[in-house]
């Protein structure tokens, strides 16, 4: 606050030629503050009002600030609209890099006792995947050492003779995105507060789970991480002819969580692996509502704004290769798509603009998860 007494005034400062502001610093002068006060107003001149109204030329409040620092090192309170407001925070720094996620092993050791878990599985699935959905179920109901909520969600098909068998189940939900398909991501935000547990599982409707695989995931969160992903063997089917997929097949039988990418510089979390705590979910506002490629940018800030995540380096389930799959479409939103380039252009985006600071206003969460197209079937 400034404060009056008998000294001299140090200098009050105006940038511009506003009657009304020359009125306010001469009853300023008057009433003897004794500490330099920038009056911050359009315009182009500096007058310092202490020293028989000398000007200078300046371009800009930033330049009349600089001028005047130079005279009077000491601290100047700011005053804007000749209201008094705190002088502006310093830019924020960009931290130096990139925090890189741990790689370990989760073994499942022979004992007469275990730590129980549960565990909420989301599945959500539409047309292209169907086919496989019934594998995709029963490996997570084959789970072992976990207790499983596993919720279903029918983005957007007409008839779903698959969820409705498994509905009868005791620990299965059942769901309709009525206005579907809006693809996993928006699909995870709109089921949020239906989750039962603690712990979130991710299980693509195309892919299959290895029985250990929520078991040796929650050990490891058992031990103070918030997030952890796995690796995957990826596979063809025998029925699949598509030599395309083989050849790719051939250049990567495996899919590691922890290797770096463009749009993972700490480490990817492989989606379909990954576990993590509910409550990290929400922290960060959930998934960004793409179509396509929002797990790696959620992922990855995450562990910028500080969430420990980790990288299982063992096999805990199989990824099917197959032509359309979200990734493996060209056309619509595979690696290659115009969709994917825009959405790698979006990530780009946010990797750099965490590193000022956490920001998860594209997350996809609070707007969401209120969504009434979802309905609860069962």
């Given at each position: 606050m400034l404060t009056k007494n008998k000294k001299s005034v140090v200098g009050i400062f105006t940038v511009g030629n506003s009657?009304?502001?020359?009125?306010?610093?001469?009853?300023?002068?008057?009433?003897?503050?004794?500490?330099?006060?920038?009056?911050?107003?359009?315009?182009?001149?500096?007058?310092?009002?202490?020293?028989?109204?000398?000007?200078?030329p300046v371009n800009s409040a930033a330049e009349a600030s600089s001028l005047i620092k130079a005279r009077f090192p000491e601290e100047i309170p700011f005053f804007n609209n000749w209201e008094e407001v705190t002088p502006p925070a310093p830019e924020p720094k960009?931290?130096?890099?990139?925090?890189?996620?741990?790689?370990?092993?989760?073994?499942?050791e022979a004992s007469k006792y275990r730590k129980s878990f549960s565990c909420d599985v989301i599945i959500p699935?539409?047309?292209?995947?169907?086919?496989?959905?019934?594998?995709?179920?029963?490996?997570?109901?084959?789970?072992n050492f976990v207790t499983t909520t596993i919720h279903l969600i029918n983005d957007g098909m007409e008839r779903d003779p698959v969820g409705q068998k498994y509905a009868r189940l005791e620990n299965v939900r059942l769901y309709k995105n009525v206005d579907g398909p809006v693809g996993p991501y928006i699909t995870y935000s709109r089921l949020f507060d239906y989750l039962e547990h603690d712990f979130i599982a991710n299980q693509d409707s195309d892919d299959i789970a290895l029985p250990m695989r929520l078991y040796k995931s929650l050990?490891?969160?058992?031990?103070?991480?918030?997030?952890?992903?796995?690796?995957?063997?990826?596979?063809?089917?025998?029925?699949?002819?598509?030599?395309?997929?083989?050849?790719?097949?051939?250049?990567?039988?495996?899919?590691?969580?922890?290797?770096?990418?463009?749009?993972?510089?700490?480490?990817a979390i492989v989606n379909s692996t990954a576990v993590m705590k509910k409550s990290v979910y929400e922290a960060c506002n959930g998934m960004?509502?793409?179509?396509?490629?929002?797990?790696?940018?959620?992922?990855?800030?995450?562990?910028?704004?500080?969430?420990?995540?980790?990288?299982?380096?063992?096999?805990?389930?199989?990824?099917?290769?197959?032509?359309p799959s979200l990734s493996n479409d060209q056309v619509n939103s595979g690696h290659g798509s115009h969709l994917?380039?825009?959405?790698?252009?979006?990530?780009?985006?946010?990797?750099?603009?965490?590193?000022?600071?956490?920001?998860?206003s594209i997350g996809g969460l609070a707007q969401h998860r209120n969504d009434t197209e979802l309905q609860k079937l069962n």
């Open positions: 009657r009304r502001t020359e009125a306010q610093l001469r009853a300023a002068l008057k009433s003897g503050y004794t500490q330099p006060i920038l009056f911050v107003r359009p315009g182009d001149v500096l007058t310092d009002f202490s020293r028989q109204f000398e000007s200078m960009k931290i130096k890099e990139h925090p890189i996620i741990q790689e370990i092993t989760s073994p499942v699935y539409s047309g292209p995947n169907y086919r496989y959905l019934d594998d995709a179920i029963k490996s997570i109901l084959n789970q050990q490891i969160l058992d031990q103070g991480f918030d997030i952890v992903g796995g690796a995957m063997e990826q596979f063809v089917a025998y029925e699949d002819g598509s030599e395309r997929m083989r050849q790719a097949l051939t250049l990567k039988p495996y899919h590691f969580s922890g290797k770096v990418y463009a749009a993972s510089p700490s480490g960004a509502p793409w179509t396509a490629g929002a797990d790696s940018e959620f992922y990855q800030r995450c562990i910028t704004a500080g969430f420990k995540a980790v990288a299982m380096q063992e096999v805990i389930a199989l990824r099917r290769l197959h032509n994917r380039e825009e959405i790698k252009r979006l990530t780009a985006e946010s990797i750099e603009r965490q590193l000022y600071g956490p920001d998860h």
